[in-house]
């Protein structure tokens, strides 16, 4: 049940929080051959969280390099940068807005817009709060891991290879973790 009562979150500071590059990543995993997983990173170009006082009230935009690709294999990654997969000449971005917070269960919820190769579809982030706290310059802090899992053919995504022994080289869903830190603007 979607709770629309203001949360109480100990530490929660009001204002503009922008990321942390050098504390935050992006990643991803992708099954590959059906049998196991394919996981990867991107860097982040820049996250803004504007936090009014009811936290359900917070609206967040992400930006990600993805030319920034980086799965551990130059090859890959070159192919992931084309036009079979994102086409980073044209789509030089991964974009996300959000649309809304919610608490369901217990958990906190960031809807919002995800834009892929020009693709903007609706998506859900589980929210899981580290905590706030001061580093020893005095800049306030926050941390969190928000996580999601979308259709990559959705957003146009659709290169593959049928495998002899039956499935696909590359499994449809993806899993996108953003790990991050933010500073609270004085």
């Known amino acids: 049940m979607t709770d629309t009562t203001a949360p109480e979150i100990p530490g929660y500071k009001t204002g503009t929080w922008v ?21 990867g990173a991107f860097g982040l170009k820049s996250a803004t969280i504007v936090a009014p006082e009811n936290p359900l009230e917070a609206k967040v935009t992400a930006s990600v390099d993805v ?36 608490v369901d269960g217990g958990d906190f919820l960031v809807d919002g817009d995800l834009t892929i ?5 609706p998506a859900t982030f589980e929210l899981e709060f580290g905590g706030f706290g001061t580093d020893p310059w ?6 969190a891991t928000a996580k999601t899992v979308v259709n990559r053919e959705d957003y146009g995504l659709t290169w593959n290879a049928a495998l002899e022994t039956g499935g696909v080289l590359v ?7 953003l790990d991050l830190q933010g500073s609270l603007q004085a």
């Open 19 to 39: 990321l942390d590059p050098s504390h935050s990543e992006v990643s991803f995993s992708v099954r590959h051959m059906m049998i196991s997983k394919v996981r």
């Open 67 to 102: 030319a920034s690709v980086d799965t551990k294999d130059e090859g890959r990654d070159t192919h992931l940068r084309s036009a079979d997969f994102f086409d980073v000449e044209q789509y030089p971005t991964l974009d996300f807005v959000s649309t809304g917070v919610r």
């Open 117 to 121: 190769r020009g693709i903007t579809k």
């Open 138 to 143: 005095g800049n306030y802090k926050a941390g």
């Open 171 to 177: 499994g449809k869903d993806v899993t996108i973790t």
